[in-house]
């Protein structure tokens, strides 16, 4: 009855772990989330100034990649490491080029790259990675 005991409190402990690991990667993606609806990005080219881009949807895409990133690996081992496995999915997945779109009428002007998406992307998951592992030990 003892060892039944142990075990279950184990597994109680385990499972909380693993539950506190995604809690972590959550927490992670809704900041990283957050951080790229307050950025704003530069287009270097002048014709294109002050046009929208579709910059939001990727920086938040890159947010989701890293969040997953987290989950996966701390399914198979909840620790700290998950807040790196986190930014470097993150920074990979930020975008190099972004569409353009001319003002108010909504017409796609094409894609560029003179701009600072992918800076101001990896800043966004730094930025979350450190909610996440405050001391950056990974």
Same mark, same amino acid.
């Given at each position: 009855m003892f060892n039944l005991l142990?075990?279950?409190?184990l597994l109680l402990i385990c499972l909380w772990c693993? #539950?506190? @690991?995604?809690?972590t990667c959550r927490e992670t993606r809704r900041t990283c989330r957050r951080g790229c609806l307050q950025a704003r990005i530069l287009v270097y080219d002048h014709t294109l100034m002050g046009s929208r881009t579709d910059f939001l949807n990727q920086c938040e895409a890159a947010c989701d990649e890293g @969040? /997953?990133?987290? #989950?996966?690996?701390?399914? @198979? /081992? @909840?620790t700290p490491a998950q807040c790196g496995h986190f930014e470097e999915r993150c920074h990979s997945s930020c975008p190099q080029k972004v569409f353009v779109y001319a003002n108010l009428q909504g017409i796609l002007v094409g894609y560029t790259e003179k701009t600072n998406a992918a800076d101001v992307c990896k800043s966004t998951c730094t930025i979350a990675y450190r909610v996440c592992d405050p001391n950056g030990l990974f």
């Open positions: 142990k075990v279950s409190f693993l #539950d506190m @690991a995604h809690g @969040a /997953r990133e987290c #989950d996966i690996y701390s399914q @198979a /081992r @909840a």
